[in-house]
T-cell receptor, first 115, second 112 residues
Framework: GAVVSQHPSRVICKSGTSVKIECRSLDFQATTMFWYRQFPKKSLMLMATSNEGSKATYEQGVEKDKFLINHASLTLSTLTVTSAHPEDSSFYIC???????????FGPGTRLLVL | GQQLNQSPQSMFIQEGEDVSMNCTSSSIFNTWLWYKQDPGEGPVLLIALYKAGELTSNGRLTAQFGITRKDSFLNISASIPSDVGIYFCAGQTTSGTYKYIFGTGTRLKVLA
């Protein structure tokens, strides 16, 4: 199956700093990628759709100025959590459609802890 | 955000037993995916269903796409300890955006 990687796998930062998370499709191209957020013991909540060469589409209630998304190439999307606060601590997961009929393949996730 | 109703929320079973879980929605979906997630990792695709009525197997796993396109079930036969984890269904919306809505998850624990 298609492989999606994320970097870093975990990050700890101070409140007020910005954190960038990378999502890469390793063996296929993805004009669209998706970013999810997952709280402990909860389901995945879609945050935004990352579109190569154009602006991201954000889900209702997600602050676009808080969560900056850049999809600069067909294999890379980045999510930047700006001015992070403790309530931004969460597990962030990206996915990319690949293979038959746009099946979604997920990255391994990035655990963010804001102190 | 929108979510699918998934049941049961959690279950404890004995090793060797069969397991069944399902997802229901008030909306029609054109693709159903079933994933397993281990702690601290991303979801791993188990089975993909692309048309109403489709029944697909992957080893001890079997899943079906409901005829109404509003539900799907996943069965695990002869469970083993490594089946422990959280199982999620995901439905693709029909808007052509390839966005998926996720179920609330079923937490499975297998007792040896």
């Amino acid at each position: 199956g298609a492989v999606v990687s994320q970097h870093p796998s975990r990050v700890i930062c101070k409140s007020g700093t910005s954190v960038k998370i990378e999502c890469r499709s390793l063996d296929f191209q993805a004009t669209t990628m998706f970013w999810y957020r997952q709280f402990p013991k909860k389901s995945l909540m879609l945050m935004a759709t990352s579109n190569e060469g154009s602006k991201a589409t954000y889900e209702q209630g997600v602050e676009k100025d808080k969560f900056l998304i850049n999809h600069a190439s067909l294999t890379l999307s980045t999510l930047t959590v700006t001015s992070a606060h403790p309530e931004d601590s969460s597990f962030y997961i990206c996915s990319a459609p690949g293979g038959h009929q746009e099946t979604q393949y997920f990255g391994p996730g990035t655990r963010l802890l804001v102190l | 955000g929108q979510q699918l109703n998934q049941s049961p929320q959690s279950m404890f079973i004995q090793e060797g037993e069969d397991v069944s879980m399902n997802c229901t929605s008030s909306s029609i979906f054109n693709t159903w995916l079933w994933y397993k997630q281990d702690p601290g990792e991303g979801p791993v695709l188990l089975i993909a269903l692309y048309k109403a009525g489709e029944l697909t197997s992957n080893g001890r796993l079997t899943a079906q796409f409901g005829i109404t396109r509003k539900d799907s079930f996943l069965n695990i036969s002869a469970s083993i300890p490594s089946d422990v984890g959280i199982y999620f269904c995901a439905g693709q919306t029909t808007s052509g955006t390839y966005k998926y809505i996720f179920g609330t998850g079923t937490r499975l624990k297998v007792l040896a």
